[in-house]
């Protein structure tokens, strides 16, 4: 079986064109690479670097070429795989159905350990202020820490919640969105120590999280369709955006100073920040349904987006489903590029 994977572009001259004040740029689905295999996706990481997508994908990750969307290898053996992080020169895969971290090599992409984690490790969020891992632990409360350099465990952070999607502002602190409270909680990435605890207001379920460090906003995005803005500071609500339905991943890109939000119901919604206090949504982009998660490559302005050939409605869409449960989907055909070539 042949599964798409998106990569989703900026129209035209706005590509390649400095930041600067104005209009929200707009965005197209450029390409439709095709990738093998069967079952559902999780969350994808982009290394800009190392020239490579990894892409979370049942029981392997897919490795794919940055420019080409060529498969380049897979990584097996990584049941209930949820996120991918390289950082340090060493790459991080979280495996929800052991409860374990696999560690690998992303030159060979050869595994070269395996490190115990907490109930269901799903997101990681490298902070390179304290040169760690955070890998958030869903079915418990808390986060394994992890060396980056070494992938030895330093720690566990005590988080009073369920773990989603965190994030860091690169100066030594963590947030990290709680989705059975409903809150966002900051933690010090050294010392894991709480430091504050946030009401996402009128969000519930919150998943994807994402931060534009040069203004302090956090952009929090949750299960009744809702973006809430907070002031990373704070906690101070700032704006609520509409989003579509079954969203999981929100990136912040700031040369574009756009938030988007990838949405299962088969939209990303591009959330313009005309001010620090000031947002609104610039475009609704069809995608395809059950696409729920994404990636930015900072370098490119690209976003790349796995929809599955599957779908379910709700907050929890993106955990596959059984086998007999694969319906037919109206996707871009495999292979094919939708607009110009990327750019």
């Known amino acids: 079986m042949t599964q798409p994977l998106l990569s989703i572009a900026l129209l035209g001259a706005l590509a390649g064109a400095p930041s600067q004040p104005g209009p929200a740029p707009t965005y197209r689905v450029a390409t439709t690479w095709p990738v093998g295999g069967e079952g559902g996706w999780d969350y994808i990481a982009v290394d800009h670097a190392g020239g490579r997508v990894y892409a979370s994908h049942a029981t392997q990750v897919e490795v794919l070429d940055l420019t080409s969307g060529q498969q380049v290898g897979i990584i097996p053996n990584t049941a209930g795989v949820h996120g991918i992080v390289v950082a340090q020169g060493r790459g991080y895969i979280s495996c929800g159905k052991t409860n374990t971290v696999v560690d690998f090599d992303p030159q060979t992409l050869r595994v070269t350990a395996s490190v115990p984690a907490g109930a269901k490790p799903d997101a990681l969020c490298y902070d390179e202020f304290s040169k ?81 460090r040069a203004h302090r906003r956090l952009f929090s995005v ?35 100073q756009v938030a988007v939000s990838s949405n299962g119901s088969g939209t990303v919604t591009v959330v313009h ?31 790349h987006c796995p929809p599955p050939t599957w779908a379910r409605p709700g907050p929890h ?27």
């Open 132 to 212: 760690r891992v955070f890998v958030f632990n869903n079915d418990a409360t808390t986060a394994t820490v992890l060396d980056a350099a070494t992938g030895q465990p330093v720690g566990t952070a005590e988080l009073g919640g369920a773990p989603e999607a965190g994030v860091s502002d690169g100066k030594g602190t963590v947030f990290v969105n709680l989705e059975d409270k409903n809150e966002v909680v900051a933690f010090d990435a050294k010392t894991l120590a709480v430091l504050h605890r946030w009401p996402v207001g009128p969000g519930e379920e919150p998943s994807g999280l994402a931060l534009d």
């Open 222 to 256: 949750c299960g009744n369709e809702k973006m809430v803005v907070l002031d990373a500071d704070t906690g101070r609500p700032v704006a609520v955006l509409p989003i579509g339905s079954g969203v999981d991943g929100v990136v912040f890109d700031e040369g574009r």
């Open 273 to 303: 920040e005309d001010g620090p206090e000031q947002f609104s949504v610039a475009q609704t982009l069809a995608t395809a349904r059950g696409a729920r998660t994404l990636a930015l490559d900072a370098a490119t302005h690209r976003l």
């Open 317 to 343: 869409a993106r955990r596959a489903p059984p086998a007999h449960e694969h319906p037919a989907q109206h996707l871009p055909r495999a292979g094919a590029g939708v607009g110009s070539q990327p750019v």
